[in-house]
């Protein structure tokens, strides 16, 4: 299983956002994760596809974006044109997930489950057939720089003995020390974003978080 890294430019100074883009993808991530709020499923609101699409130009290393919102299939065609290769919603904001999965694949790109740390990992089970992703909330949705939960590890321990060979994403308080606890537990592909902002550069981030891999 081949282990990821996805920088979240969440934590960003978003004045400078190319240029902590063009550092993710100049030292070696795997994507760069997006985070859309909407002020709705979550209480912040964050950016939209406009802000993607402008760049998107950057290079070359694939987007996600984890919708945090509702009716997140009224905005699934604005991503994909906006240059998403995976879009990411929440099994919690849609009771038709199977149909909205099979609709993003039927428009080219990766479709991603998402699951808050209290929802029960059953709710995704059904939708495994269709997913290319499933994405285990570590922290409760809607902001950076929250503590890791280890309750959450149970739900990436259900879905990797559900689907052994599916990427399981973990998001929300990543670091060198949480990192190899999720992995151990069966995630594959890690999103951070106050770590990186910690670290003396993105950089030295993503270099730390790639030695934890082992
Ligand atoms: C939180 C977002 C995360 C966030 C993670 O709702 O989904 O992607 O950027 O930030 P850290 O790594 O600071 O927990
Ligand atoms: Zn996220």
Redo the contacts with the bound molecule.
């Keep these: 299983m081949r282990l990821q890294l996805a920088p ?1 430019v ?2 960003c100074d978003l004045s400078r956002l190319a240029q902590a883009v063009a550092e993710m993808m100049d030292a070696g991530a795997d994507w760069i ?1 997006f ?1 859309v709020m909407d002020g709705q499923f ?1 209480p912040p609101i964050t950016f939209g596809d406009q802000m993607i699409a402008d760049l998107r130009p950057i290079g070359p290393t694939p987007f996600e974006a ?1 919708l ?1 919102t509702l009716t997140p299939e009224r905005h699934f065609e604005a991503f994909v044109r906006a240059g998403c290769q995976r879009i990411i919603f929440h099994a919690e904001a849609s009771p038709h997930g199977a149909r909205l999965a099979q609709s993003l694949r039927e428009m080219g790109v990766q479709a991603g489950v998402s699951i808050n740390p209290g929802s029960p990992p059953e709710l995704v089970r059904p939708l495994l057939p269709f997913v290319d992703l499933v994405l285990v ?1 570590t ?1 409760n ?6 503590r890791f939960l280890p309750s959450a590890l149970e739900s990436v321990r259900a879905v990797r003995a559900w689907a052994p060979e599916l990427d399981i994403e973990v ?4 670091d060198p020390d949480t990192l190899p606890v999720v992995r151990e537990a069966g995630a594959n592909v890690f ?5 990186l902002v910690r670290s003396p550069s993105i950089r030295d981030g993503l270099r730390s978080l790639r030695e934890a891999c082992g």
């Excluded at 949705?141 to 929250?146: A, F, I, K, R, Y």
């Excluded at 998001?171 to 990543?174: C, F, K, L, M, T």
């Excluded at 999103?191 to 770590?195: D, L, P």
């Design positions: 979240s969440l934590s994760h985070d979550v984890h945090m909330m922290v949705p809607g902001w950076g720089g929250q998001d929300g308080g990543i999103v951070a974003g106050s770590h």
